[in-house]
């Protein structure tokens, strides 16, 4: 699996339209932040059906005795709830004002899933820290549950630094946020506009606006995603009429001899006790499957766009070497202006860096959130 762009780049040549046409009608549309299909990747020969392996060092649930839990909820700015999960270091004097951080999960995620960790670890070094559900998923209000708004996903972020700055114990001038896979888009489509946020980190950013248009490495034609355009208005059509709400893309249920790589990779974690949660109210197993009718939302979304005028205000993109989700880290840290940085983490995959704190670099997002929230506002 963490080999997947080093063996990917020797299939290229064999790879072909019919394998790729295959696995989009498998997955629906262009599968969320579960998978997209890369043209190279597309003959790669397929694991065992059974994925028993524990990663090294994963350890998504990771709770810590120096971090008190509460759970919160409050609205964005169109009255909708928001859920969270507030992680405040023990020894925190609440009489001073600390450096606050918001974390948003994976796309398709509640959570749970990655964000409870990157909360707790930064709760750990000083910060108080807050992950949360993003609209439409988990604790989070919106209907249909599961729908697609990357403005409402964005919305999240700045109710988030609302509901931080209302906190007594809260420096409003050092609040900062991380986004993982599909929320690092919409943490730079937040900051874009909400200059509260005062440096952005990104971890296996997916751009969920070209992920959808264009699929990985850009395998995906016109006429494919105008296919997917065409069956998303039909459902949506249907569901208008009384049909029931379909789902798309998103993790697999099961593997099987001929399960894709990268869908075999979201599997180990969102299918496996390493990583799976079923929020309270939920359908079993619907994590990461957004439905079929909203999904194309993402085909509008072009958080990379103005990215330059987030400068002054500082960016790190952190992506795995190994990483299938690498281009776009790598795209949006060409676009940015300075201050910004791009850190790859050596033998790491995308979905390494939800849970192995073993290659996490942590040290280095302490170092840049006590650079540029504290430091900066001495």
């Known amino acids: 699996m963490n080999h997947f762009e ?77 859920a969270g999960n507030l992680f405040v270091p023990k020894a925190l004097d ?9 974390v948003g999960p994976p796309m398709g995620a509640v959570k749970e899933q990655s964000a409870n960790l990157y909360a707790t670890k930064m709760a750990e070094q000083g910060f108080v820290a807050m992950s949360l559900d993003l609209a439409f998923w988990g604790g989070s209000a919106g209907q249909p549950r599961n729908a697609v708004s990357p403005d409402m996903y964005a919305e999240s972020f700045s109710a988030a630094v609302d509901f931080l700055g209302s906190q007594a114990f809260v420096d409003r001038q050092q609040i900062g946020a991380i986004g993982i896979c599909g929320s ?20 296996s950013m997916y751009d969920m ?16 995603r105008k296919q997917i355009i065409a069956a998303a208005v039909e459902q949506r059509q249907a569901e208008f009429d009384g049909g029931a709400i379909q789902y798309t893309g998103g993790t697999v249920l099961a593997l099987s001899a001929d399960t894709h790589p990268i869908q075999r990779e979201f599997f180990d974690f969102y299918r496996t006790p390493r990583g799976e949660f079923t929020p309270q109210g939920a359908s079993p197993r619907t994590t990461t499957m957004p439905t079929l009718s909203s999904n194309v939302k993402f085909m509008n979304f072009y958080p990379f ?37 791009l850190v790859v983490v050596p033998g790491a995959g995308h979905v390494d860096l939800y849970d192995r704190v073993t290659l996490i670099p942590f040290d280095k997002l302490t170092a840049f959130f006590n650079k540029h929230l504290v430091s900066a506002s001495l």
């Open 209 to 224: 606006g070209a992920a959808n248009r264009n699929a990985l490495n850009h395998s995906q034609t016109l006429e494919q």
């Open 6 to 82: 080093q063996t990917a780049a020797a299939a290229v040549q064999d790879a072909n339209s019919s394998d790729r046409r295959d696995f989009l009608r498998m997955a629906g549309t262009s599968l969320a932040a579960a998978g997209l299909l890369s043209k190279a990747g597309a003959t790669l020969a397929a694991a065992p059906p059974k994925s028993t392996r524990l990663p090294n060092g994963a350890d998504n649930f990771y709770t810590s005795d120096k971090v008190t839990v509460q759970k919160v909820t409050f609205k964005n700015q169109y009255q909708m709830t928001v």
């Open 305 to 341: 766009n103005d990215i330059e005028t987030i400068s002054p205000r500082p960016l790190l993109f952190i992506t795995g070497d190994q990483a299938h989700s690498r281009e776009f880290s790598e795209d949006a840290y060409q676009r940015a202006a300075e201050p910004k940085e």
């Open 94 to 102: 609440r009489k001073k004002r600390a450096p606050a951080i918001v």
């Open 184 to 203: 690092g888009s919409f943490v730079i489509s937040a900051a874009k506009i909400d200059p509260r946020m005062k440096a952005s980190a990104t971890v």
